[in-house]
């Protein structure tokens, strides 16, 4: 399967902890991306890469998240301090942007839960 | 300020019935409207996408509507079946290549 990939697809922490998830994305995609979606709602965008570049952060994207891409292959989401509002489906998805359209293509997720 | 309206919240549709879902935008620098299929547990799934230089986009029994004017666009699924019993996601993009802002989302639940 060449699809993205996330891994964990499930994280289960303690309030207070560290949190770090990963995505591999369709490998000649360059464009990554990351969506939060919470129980009955659409996913929200938080940042997006283009190659290891970040371009765009969202002002939902506290201090407390920080996101990689080191060498414009998989990315790594870090949440420190977790809080229960953090609790949520993590959505990675990649593009490409030679492709002409703007077809991102969904990972599974990584359903974190904050106790 | 959601950029993306849909509606409505949930929808039950007979087999063999159309679905129909129903989404608004303001911004008109929008350039690329998709629509996503999202089964439990997963994440979501392109399902068909439209720009605003055509009117109608159909791939088999799905088939989308744009009017510019009234900036609304919606899906239909024609000849609705169970399997296509899952939450559809109809969002927007501007200046190719940039994020999506979602709409909340639609319940579809086909009756067999």
């Known amino acids: 399967d060449t699809g993205v990939s996330q891994d964990p697809r499930h994280k289960i922490t303690k309030r207070g902890q560290n949190v770090t998830f990963r995505c591999d994305p369709i490998?000649?995609?360059?464009?990554l991306y990351w969506y939060r979606q919470t129980l009955g709602q659409g996913p929200e965008f938080l940042t997006y890469?283009?190659?290891?570049?970040?371009?765009?952060k969202s002002r939902l994207l506290s201090d407390r998240f920080s996101a990689e891409r080191p060498k414009g292959s998989f990315s790594t989401l870090e949440i420190q301090r977790t809080e229960q509002g953090d609790s949520a489906m993590y959505l990675c998805?990649?593009?490409?942007?030679?492709?002409?359209?703007?077809?991102?293509?969904f990972g599974p997720g990584t359903r974190l839960t904050v106790l | 300020q959601q950029q993306v309206k849909q509606s409505p919240q949930s929808l039950i549709v007979q087999k063999g019935g159309i679905s129909i879902i129903n989404c608004a935008y303001e911004n008109t620098a929008f350039d690329y409207f998709p629509w996503y299929q999202q089964f439990p547990g997963k994440g979501p799934a392109l399902l068909i996408a439209?720009?605003?230089?055509?009117s109608e986009k159909k791939e088999g029994r799905f088939t989308i509507s744009f009017n510019k004017s009234a900036k609304q666009f919606s899906l239909h699924i024609m000849d609705s079946q169970p399997g296509d019993s899952a939450t559809y996601f109809c969002a927007a993009s501007r200046d190719n290549f940039n994020k999506f802002y979602f709409g909340s989302g639609t319940k579809l639940n086909v009756k067999p």
């Open positions: 998805a990649s593009s490409s942007t030679s492709g002409g359209y703007n077809e991102q293509f």
């Open positions: 890469f283009q190659n290891e570049a970040q371009l765009e």
């Open positions: 439209i720009r605003p230089d055509v």
């Open positions: 490998s000649e995609h360059n464009r």
